[in-house]
């Protein structure tokens, strides 16, 4: 099902489900007990749990506009006594109602499981999955979302070492522009790098202005980010 970035969102989806279920079935204890730098109040299998419990809440038709800390706190706790194998089985069950779910209604969890898998390996230092099609969509979501959210400032440039995007105007006349890979603006646009990495990427203009509408999801992390 081709979603509105011309691929099909819901084999991204799956593809990124079984990379993360790879990543996660055979952790021990010690490893699945890692604090997750990019979600600091959860475990890798507390983060794991989230995203099983995301899938049975949305395909149980329990999902708040918000995904409030309320909601994604009780998936975590329901799960709190079953080991990742359990995790991974109750996940595999919801692979067919999940992509059912999402031809239906729209391919939003896509968002969830991209985000979290970087997560997840920047916890584990299991770098992978960087440059793919789910990522690519998200990445450019987000873009349109920041576009909004700096309306009122400078134009700002953004500039990868294959992607190049521009809030308004041409990267030539943008007051502002950040110069790193394409992974990390991909992150950074989810919220997912620091105001001192996004500073450190400065290679003309005052980014402090835009700081906070790269903090989209929630507050900039409090310390670097990086899952490479």
Known sequence: ???????????EWTRAQRRVIDLVRDL??????????????WTVRDLFSH?????ADVVAGDEPDDH???????????????????????????TGPMQDWMRAHTTRPLGDVIIHEQDLRGALGEPGAQHTPGLHALRD???????????????????GDGWRWV??????????????????LARALVTRRSAAQLRSWVERGDVE??????AMLGPLPGADLDES
């Open 28 to 41: 021990p204890a010690d490893r699945s007990g890692l604090t997750v730098p990019a979600c600091p109040d």
């Open 68 to 94: 409030n800390e309320r909601w994604t706190r009780a998936q975590v706790e329901r799960r709190r006594d079953r080991d990742v194998g359990e995790l991974v089985a109750e996940w595999e069950s919801l």
């Open 141 to 159: 979501k987000f873009a349109g979302r920041f576009r909004a959210e700096a309306a009122d400032l400078p134009p700002i440039a953004l500039v």
């Open 51 to 55: 995203m099983v419990g995301l899938g």
């Open 209 to 214: 202005p835009h700081l906070d509408a790269f």
């Open 1 to 11: 099902m081709p979603g509105v970035s011309g691929i099909d969102e819901i084999e």
């Open 167 to 184: 809030s308004s105007g041409e990267e030539g006349d943008a007051a502002v522009v950040v110069r790193t890979t394409d992974f990390h």
